[in-house]
């Protein structure tokens, strides 16, 4: 039993996740896709929760629930999926579990994707919906 429970540590410490690393200006398409030829070790665990409520009206507040655990950077970027540019930085991820409130007041109407960067490089990304 001791064998199998050893062999399933040395499994799941072996597991790594594929990311690509933010560099300059990328295509969008680029930047949104997660798998890469660019690898990274990782052990802990990443997770970044679908903003609830979505869609959420500018008069609401959204949550977005993230988990990021043994990391020593990692920050939220949403991007507007239009003109496909940065409209807001959330860096101040202090926990390895935790969550950020967004006002619906700090962007206007419309479909954006978020992402969670996870040492310099997209490890998630979700859609996030702003009705009037």
Do not use: C, H
């Amino acid at each position: 039993m001791k064998t199998i429970y050893a062999f399933l540590l040395l499994y799941v410490l072996s597991l790594s996740v594929y990311a690509q690393e933010p560099s300059g200006r990328q295509k969008w398409t680029d930047l949104l896709q997660v798998a890469s030829t660019q690898y990274f070790p990782y052990v802990g665990k990443i997770d970044l929760a679908q903003n609830n409520p979505n869609p959420f009206s500018r008069s609401e507040f959204t949550t977005i629930r993230y988990q990021a655990t043994d990391i020593a950077d990692a920050l939220i970027i949403i991007y507007d999926n239009i003109s496909k540019e940065k409209v807001l930085v959330i860096d101040d991820l202090s926990m390895d579990i935790g969550s950020v409130t967004i006002d619906g007041n700090q962007l206007p109407k419309g479909t954006y994707i978020y992402a969670l960067y996870v040492n310099g490089r997209i490890a998630e990304k979700k859609k996030m919906i702003i009705t009037d």
